[in-house]
């Protein structure tokens, strides 16, 4: 069984400023892939970044960063120079066979 | 690319009452999936279609729930009779055949009453 654990329920960052959101994971499976979503306030699930197991290099898109740590089961999102519009809820999902497994969710709030 | 699109984005129902809810996934994505959040919990996966044939549904919940996927398009989930407890955002998402993206929709907002 596959598990995700996001272990801040909310966080604070000012504008501008970087942020980490934590992500462990649990699974038996060697090749998997891991993902993060951002839900804002209208609904949508936006893709954010995605890492394959295999990957040797940390995945990057834009602001956002995922470093991945194999060997700590951690796959953490970093965005740097947070903006008023990162204000949304973040999940953190792995992929087996064909399926997603989520985390609950960080909501990050951005203050200016 | 048109995205995934989900409708209704909002159901307000009574208890005991039918709902469907309907996805149309990117068009010529295989893979079709419905995933469902309750009010603070995670967000649950309920089934998979590959094409019209359902892959997986272990996530079902109980039998009051109906997938269909005519025709390897569209796919309608019906939820007959609804309870208070189906209340949540139900979300669909596609992806190819091949590739790891996936694509969701804006969801449907359920609430049972």
């Known amino acids: 069984a596959q598990k995700i654990t996001q272990t801040q329920p909310g966080m604070f960052v000012q504008e501008k400023e970087a942020v980490t959101l934590d992500c462990t994971y649990d699974?038996?499976?060697?090749?998997?892939?891991l993902f993060w979503y951002k839900q804002p306030s209208s609904g949508e699930m936006i893709f954010l970044i995605y890492?394959?197991?295999?990957?040797?290099q940390n995945a990057t898109e834009g602001r956002y960063s995922l470093n991945f740590q194999k060997a700590r089961k951690s796959a953490n999102l970093v965005i740097s120079a947070s903006q008023l519009g990162d204000s949304a809820m973040y999940f953190c999902?792995?992929?087996?066979?064909?399926?997603?497994?989520f985390g609950k969710g960080t909501m990050l709030l951005v203050s200016p | 690319e048109a995205g995934v699109t989900q409708f209704p984005s909002h159901s307000v129902i009574e208890k005991g009452q039918t709902v469907t809810l309907r996805c149309d996934p990117i068009?010529?994505?295989?893979?079709l999936y419905w995933y469902r959040r309750v009010m603070g919990k995670e967000i649950k996966f309920l089934l998979h279609?590959?094409?019209?044939?359902?892959?997986?549904e272990s996530g079902m919940p109980n039998n009051r729930f109906l997938a269909e996927r005519t025709g390897g398009t569209y796919s309608t989930l019906k939820v007959q009779p609804a309870e208070l407890e189906d209340s949540g955002v139900y979300f669909c998402?596609?992806?190819?055949?091949?590739?790891?993206?996936?694509?969701f929709g804006s969801g449907t907002r359920l609430t049972v009453v």
């Open positions: 999902a792995m992929r087996g066979y064909s399926t997603l497994t």
């Open positions: 279609f590959v094409k019209e044939s359902k892959q997986d």
């Open positions: 890492q394959g197991s295999y990957d040797e």
């Open positions: 699974t038996s499976d060697q090749s998997y892939g």
């Open positions: 998402a596609s992806s190819p055949a091949h590739g790891y993206g996936y694509t």
């Open positions: 068009s010529g994505h295989d893979n």
